[in-house]
């Protein structure tokens, strides 16, 4: 049942989030080469050898139901699971988070789902409770039922289930790991010390604490102080890029984000290429790092982190009682600082647009998507660019910079889809790239100014903000199309049918 997962891995297949129960994830690799087995169907790839085991892999793509492969790029992955003791390698475009238990609700399968799609493969649906997304939960039981493997009789087989025996009599002992990069050092933390991994978002600065403390930051029903691992193993600071992710770790019971240059994968790894190497720091202050992970044949180490070292209870002791400290000074309180009068405070999702930067208010974006799978429809304006399928609704996509009349440009890797709803109907808006979330308090959202109304139809423009120098202007999505045009994109949504 899904009460019972502590964890899920998400991952992308064609623009589209699906997930695994941890449990059954036995490591996270890159696409192997891979020998080809004749006369099976499509989805299997072929056969790898997975430390001395003969593997099946299959592409996910194609055993959803999709008419095209996963598109391999060097952000692809093969996800190993394991039900019953076997073993398959499934590949996908890219895994994107762990999700803890706390973070996400379950819900049954909704009775329409896009007919693509093999609906027998996918159990349950996961909504994330932070932004309501969802992640459509894979039937490991089911996925490992492969129609495709090969006749038992092979001599493929036997090998395999002799080397199955083998392994199950030496039973080997491993331990599963989040690995993830500061500067050039790779590191890994048990997988289980992590309670989920965040994308960047936006940090409240509290005084009088250490330079490597970020400061506070919103997790649903709670707040939990931000940290850079950078400033914490005085490194020299690097710029926030899209890999920047926040890893949440529980350190005696108290919730506190790690923030890292990148996650790389899961590893599943044997007990005996870890190795204690706490002798070696014995005279020095580094106490966060007492052994190491030795892969490659000793060519890839990873320094294993011990969430529970990082700091010890006189550090988190200050920590807190400097935040007391602030809050006792006539400071905002520690709650009050990421939810200060939630009236008189908004969200608002940022991106741009050539020079520009533009906002939607964030109650009206439902997600935000790479550009990519995209479905020309003819006879349509020229705003229009096209349609995709989103969990099997049929999204129209509006191409901002046309309807802006702004010369075209070239879709690239920053390229984003805002999927936005406007009262029954989500369209989807191409904007050149999404810069963030911003927090903003009412007092700083003006009226569009005179100058700016004189200058270009602001009817769709409903408020413009200064922060921190740029000016912000926010849409109003419904008042971007007359009354016409958005019959025409109702009518597009009727009548196709990816």
Known sequence: MINEFNQIISFNIKGEIYGVNADCVNGIIRVPEYTKVPKTSPELLGIINLRGEITPIIDLALKLGYEEPVNITENSRSIIVEYNNEKVAITVEEVKSVISKDAFESEDLPPVIDSKREKKYISRVIKIKKDNSLVQLLDIEKMMDIDCQIDKSSSFNNQQQQKKEETDIQHIEEEKFISFWIEDVEYAVKIDQIREILRYQDITEVPGLPNYFLGLLP????????????????????????????????????????????????????????????????????????????????????????????????????????????????????????????????????????????????????????????????????????????????????????????????????????????????????????????????????????????????????????????????????????????KKLEKIKESRNI
């Open 219 to 486: 997790l649903r029903n709670e707040t939990i102080p931000v940290i850079s691992a950078r400033k914490l193993f005085k490194k020299n600071d690097k710029d926030l890029t899209d890999d920047t992710r926040i890893l949440v770790l529980e350190i005696n019971n108290m919730k506190i984000g790690l923030l890292v240059d990148k996650v790389s994968e899961v590893l599943s790894v044997e007990k005996k290429y870890i190795e204690d190497i706490s002798g070696l720091f014995s005279h020095t202050n580094t106490k966060e790092v007492n052994s190491v992970i030795k892969l490659d044949k000793g060519k890839r180490i990873l320094l294993i982190l011990d969430s529970k070292r990082i700091f010890n209870e006189e550090e988190l002791t200050n920590i807190i009682s400097k935040i007391s400290e602030n809050q006792n000074e006539g400071e905002k309180s520690m709650e009050n600082l990421l939810e200060t009068k939630p009236d008189d405070i908004v969200q608002v999702v940022t991106f741009k647009v050539e020079n520009e930067i533009y906002g939607f208010y964030i109650e009206m974006v439902q997600e935000i998507n790479r550009y990519t799978n995209i479905t020309k429809v003819p006879k349509t304006p020229k705003f229009i660019d096209g349609i995709i399928n989103l969990r099997g609704e049929v999204i129209p996509l509006v191409d901002i910079r046309k309807r802006f009349d702004l010369e075209p440009k070239e879709r690239d890797e920053f390229t984003r889809l805002i999927i936005v709803n406007i009262d029954d109907l989500k369209v989807g808006f191409i904007v050149d790239s999404v810069e963030e979330v911003l927090r903003i308090s009412k007092d700083k959202i003006d009226n569009v100014p005179a100058v700016l109304s004189a200058s270009i139809d602001s009817n769709f423009i409903t408020n413009v903000v200064k922060d921190q120098n740029k000016m912000i202007m926010i849409l109003n999505a419904q008042k971007m199309f007359s009354i016409e045009e958005y």
